[in-house]
C-alpha cells in the first residue's frame, strides 16, 4: 500500500515562494513519473508539472518560470519550489503518478493560500 505524504504549505503573499515536499512510501518510486497535482476550490484538479525518472521535467504554461520540480529516488520524495507565486496559485497541492499508471490513493494534500 503506497502512501503518500504531502508537506510544505501555508499562506504566503503574492511574490513570495514555498517549496512543498512529498514523501512516498513503498519500492519502485524512482520507476514513475511523478506529478504535482493541484485542486483549486470549486475548480478540476490539474497536473502542473512531471518529472521522469531521470528528472526530465515538464511544466503547464501558467507556472513555467515560476515552479521547479525535482526527485530525490534515494529518499523516494519529490519536491516542488514555487516562486513568484500568485493569488491564483491558491489551492490544495497533491503528488501522485501520472495517470497513465492509475493513480496511487491520494494523500491529504497540503493547503497553499496565496494572498495579502
Known amino acids: 500500500q503506497v502512501q503518500l505524504v504531502e508537506s510544505g504549505g501555508g499562506l504566503v503573499q503574492p511574490g513570495g515562494s514555498l517549496r512543498l515536499s512529498c514523501a512516498v512510501s513503498g519500492s519502485f518510486f524512482s520507476a514513475y513519473v511523478m506529478g504535482w497535482y493541484r485542486h483549486p476550490l470549486g475548480k478540476q484538479r490539474e497536473l502542473v508539472a512531471h518529472i521522469t525518472s531521470s528528472s526530465v521535467t515538464n511544466y503547464v504554461d501558467s507556472v513555467k518560470g515560476r515552479f521547479v520540480i525535482s526527485r530525490d529516488n534515494a529518499k523516494n520524495t519529490v519536491y516542488l519550489q514555487m516562486n513568484s507565486l500568485k493569488p491564483e496559485d491558491t489551492a490544495v497541492y497533491y503528488c501522485?503518478?501520472?495517470?497513465?499508471?492509475?493513480?496511487?490513493?491520494w494523500g491529504q494534500g497540503t493547503q497553499v493560500t496565496v494572498s495579502s
Open positions: 501522485n503518478r501520472l495517470r497513465a499508471y492509475g493513480f496511487w490513493s
